[in-house]
């Protein structure tokens, strides 16, 4: 298989109309990457995805595959293979008809294609299933003939548009193990559009958080989560609180914020704001629920939060206590269940702490919705 | 089947469920199966003045068939040439119309099918319209276009094309034009409404694996429109081939439909027996055609209705 071919986005405005559907992207994928857009619907990673495609021209700037500029070349002729949300297989073509229907075009004999099917077929662990239709498969089967279909085609570069989205919970969570092993196995350029952020997480080499035809910000998973760049991708990527306020002093890497409800708090500036946040700046910290723990009374602090404790939950693997937050947020501590014993804490009021490097301050900006 | 007329009165009451079932039965047996059969029953018995119907001579008899295919007894001729001609000739053309309309309007179902916007309804009430006008009057309307001193002739003259008018009616151009224009919507309609419910993505998911336009078409949309198809083609066939208003309007001087026989023979001749004879020829052959071409391919009767 190809070593993998890089894709680039250069300056990549996409408009419908007055409309803005991506606004000026530059993204690098190396080859052989698993690489993700994640953002909520509406936010443009779909169009994105259809300009790398090719069904799609962009308004400005280039889509450059394997260095070459695409613009102008059809979907049919490009290097890429697209997997539809709905899948999109053929109904009235059997499965290894489904498959190799890309080898059909090029003028490949029956016997040829059967045997490719099979080589596939056995890859995606459906050996024997080519003479069925698709309809006499179940989604998860489905959705690996739709896989196979596309690597039949030999592409540098896979596109997936939401393809685990219509699977249910179990199924999905198979089938992320179950696409990065295939994409570890071919070794293609896979580019993958999700609003779920557990697949984009686990699966992805890098991923590119979007919102509203922006990019937020570019890096792997545990950047994303740990060190977000804007406030909506704090807030879009796992659960966060929020505390809102002004910055009171900067010091190195680290600011104060003065809050409205919680007095001043302590937190870490993320990588991406470094040096651009000025006192006086309207801020936001968060801080995530697992990073939050009770403290003992009466502590008070920097990096102690009181808070008034409005209902409380047990979810299994973790106690769940939610008190009043600001704007209408709640604050949610999330203390993992290792077997101790948890006090009710209802209608009280309790302090909070957190370690400096679990808070990170990031300009205010737009929160993603709930 | 009594599980079913159980099911149906329960869900909507004796008596509504009678009034339905009562004039469903009423359409179906009272006014197309009772009639057909009485037609068929004619076309077995002999033309006689009406004092000597039911007497000794009404008998059943392959007469009117034997007319058909051999023309009057001492007739001095070995087979009717001329009828059969004109049967196999009406045959061939409703066929050649059917094919002409499906190339025809399959672009156009595809467009209207896969296109989205309120263009298309436009587009839709376009073709309609033209359909509150009798069918006379359409078939009339075409024949001041194709006349001798019509519209075309006056264009493709005054533009040089011809040095004088061509006979659009001689030729069986009008007719053929009628036809196809007389039965384009219900070509159109069953292939749209197939073509619409294709899912956009099968088309791009081809496109994006290779497929150059005419093998997404091949591969593609006309299995899937496959029903459609057979539907429409199967309407305009029969239609054409049963058609009266079109051939009497547009035909030519020389080319007789095999309906204008039939009416000949019920009306002219005053000979009902004879005239249903060629009536059931006409429709066994239609249906027939019709089943072969379906079974050639791979059609299901089921999908006709779709």
């Known amino acids: 298989m190809s070593a993998g071919v890089g894709v680039d986005l250069e300056n990549l405005w996409i408009r419908f109309g007055d409309f803005v559907a991506v606004r000026d992207a530059n993204v690098h994928i190396k080859g052989g990457d698993f690489f993700s857009f994640l953002g909520p619907s509406g936010c443009g990673k779909t169009t994105i995805l259809r300009a790398v495609s090719g069904f799609l021209d962009p308004s400005e700037g280039k889509v450059l595959i394997g260095g070459n500029n695409m613009i102008g070349i059809g979907p049919n002729k490009r290097p890429t293979a697209l997997i539809f949300q709905n899948l999109a297989l053929f109904p009235l073509m059997k499965v290894w008809e489904n498959i190799t229907f890309s080898m059909e075009i090029r003028g490949a004999s029956s016997a040829e294609r059967r045997k490719r099917a099979d080589e596939l077929l056995d890859m995606i662990a459906l050996p024997d299933q080519g003479d069925k239709f698709p309809s006499e498969l179940s989604g998860g089967q489905r959705q690996r003939v739709a896989i196979a279909r596309a690597l039949c085609a030999e592409p540098d570069v896979l596109l997936l548009d939401e393809p685990l989205s219509a699977l249910d919970l179990k199924l999905r969570q198979h089938m992320r193990t179950e696409l990065r092993e295939i994409q570890k196995r071919v070794g293609i350029t896979f580019i993958y559009i999700t609003h779920d952020q557990g697949e984009a997480l686990t699966m992805s080499d890098d991923i590119a958080v979007m919102r509203a035809g922006v990019i937020d910000q570019i890096g792997d998973g545990k950047a994303i989560y740990n060190d977000p760049a804007t406030a909506f991708a704090a807030s879009f990527v796992g659960e966060n609180n929020v505390f809102r306020g002004k910055i009171k002093q900067v010091n190195g890497g680290e600011a104060l914020i003065s809050t409205n409800r919680s007095g001043d708090l302590v937190a870490r500036i993320s990588s991406a704001n470094q040096g651009k946040l000025n006192v006086g700046d309207d801020a936001m910290m968060f801080i995530r629920p697992e990073a939050l723990a009770i403290a003992p009374d009466g502590a008070s602090g920097d990096h102690f939060v009181t808070a008034n404790v409005t209902h409380e939950e047990f979810e299994g693997n973790s106690y769940n206590i939610f008190s009043e937050g600001e704007g209408g947020k709640e604050i949610k501590v999330s203390i993992p269940n290792l077997g101790q014993s948890f006090e009710n804490h209802t209608g009280q009021s309790i302090t909070l702490e957190y370690e400096t490097k679990n808070a990170v301050v990031v300009p205010a900006g737009e929160l993603a919705a709930e | ?306």
């Not at chain 2, 000794?56 to 008899?61: A, E, G, S």
């Not at chain 2, 009057?137 to 006349?147: P, Y």
Request: proline content about 6%; hydrophobic content about 50%; some cysteine.
């Open chain 2, 1 to 306: 089947m009594t599980g079913f007329l159980k099911e149906f009165f329960n869900r909507n009451g004796i008596g509504v469920g009678a009034i339905m079932l009562g004039l469903v039965l009423f359409w179906t047996i009272g006014l197309i199966v009772l009639p057909q059969l009485s037609m068929l029953d004619f076309s077995f018995r002999p033309n006689l003045p009406p004092p000597e119907i039911g007497g000794p001579k009404d008998v059943y008899t392959l007469e009117n068939y034997k007319y058909l295919v051999f023309g009057p007894e001492g007739g001095g001729q070995d087979y009717n040439a001329v009828d059969l001609r004109v049967f196999y000739r009406t045959l061939i053309a409703a066929a050649l119309v059917t094919i002409f309309n499906l190339i025809l309007c399959y672009p156009i179902s595809y467009y209207l099918g896969q296109s989205e916007g309120n263009h298309i309804r436009i587009f839709a009430l376009m073709l309609i319209i033209p359909y509150w006008i009798n069918e006379i009057l359409r078939a009339f309307a075409l024949r001041i276009i194709f006349g001798e001193t019509g519209v075309l002739n006056t264009v493709l003259i005054g533009s040089g094309v011809f040095d004088q008018p061509f006979d659009f009616i001689r030729n069986d151009i009008a007719l053929y034009a009628g036809l196809g224009y007389a039965y384009i919507l219900l070509m159109i309609f069953p292939m749209y409404n197939v073509i619409e419910s294709l899912d956009r993505n099968q088309i791009e998911a081809a496109r994006d694996l290779g497929a150059p336009w005419w093998r997404i078409h091949w591969r593609v949309v006309i299995p899937y429109a496959k029903p459609g198809i057979s539907s429409g083609c199967t309407m305009v066939f029969m239609l054409s081939a049963g058609a009266l208003a079109a051939p009497q309007i547009l035909g030519g001087p020389s080319s007789l439909w095999f309906t204008q026989l039939i009416y000949q023979q019920f009306n002219d001749n005053n000979d009902w027996p004879q005239g249903a004879a060629y009536a059931v020829v006409l429709l066994v052959t239609c249906i027939a055609l019709v089943l072969a071409v379906m079974r050639l391919f791979k059609v299901n009767m089921g999908d006709i209705g779709k």
